[in-house]
């Protein structure tokens, strides 16, 4: 773990350090990415976060997609499944709140949680990656447990990852519960991942 450990210290620096124009010129890049992904075109409800710790901020391609009628959902940490996301409807006026990670998440009403296998794409973002598609995420195997089920019956939302450019690394040290992705988009490239 020790090596998981350091290596997700070093990329999460390593992303802080960006400028305030990098990240600006990022997340136009992830726009214009998703903008022209065949998948987005025919997803109806879509799942996407809030940046937090230097990740590539996505709400430039929130509001296209909301300009696009398509459905946007945050994940949420689970009040009573620790360890566990639940994703809520997110709109312009959804009242917002700072959970334990001080992140920030919709306020937590039951009649805007959406069944995990009602969203059509999820992206998800990550500290580090490598071009084998592995993920290196915060620690607390949130993302991993919500992508066990698509892993191992290829149900619910397509998995999509979202990274910065510099989190590539050479090989994310991975552990057996971590699930690859099938692919990634970055500011430079659409990565898609051969499966094994």
């Known amino acids: 773990m020790s090596e998981r450990h350091t290596l997700r210290q070093q990329i999460r620096e390593r992303r802080r350090a960006l400028t305030a124009e990098q990240q600006h010129l990022a997340a136009q890049a992830l726009l214009e990415r998703i903008k022209s992904h065949p998948d987005v075109a025919h997803a109806r409800r879509i799942a996407f976060y809030l940046a937090n710790d230097g ?35 997110y709109t312009p006026t959804s009242p917002m709140v700072r959970n334990k990670f001080r992140i920030e998440e919709p306020e937590l009403d039951m009649e805007r949680v959406i069944p995990y296998s009602g969203l ?77």
């Not at 590539?56 to 009573?80: G, S």
């Not at 084998?132 to 993302?143: P, T, V």
């Not at 698509?150 to 519960?177: M, R």
């Open 120 to 196: 059509d794409l999820m992206f998800t973002p990550m500290v580090a990656f490598d071009a084998d598609g592995n993920r290196l995420g915060m620690g607390g195997g949130y993302y991993d447990r919500t992508l066990a089920c698509w892993q191992q019956h290829q149900l619910g939302p397509k998995p999509i990852g979202v990274a910065h450019d510099c989190q590539l690394v050479d090989k994310v040290p991975s552990e057996e519960w971590d699930i690859p992705l099938p692919e990634l988009l970055t500011p430079s490239r659409h990565w898609q991942f051969k499966k094994t």
């Open 55 to 89: 990740e590539i901020n996505p709400l430039p391609t929130i509001h296209w997609l909301w300009a696009q009628k398509k459905e946007v959902y945050l994940p949420v940490v689970h009040p009573f499944t620790p360890g566990h996301l639940l994703f809520l409807h």
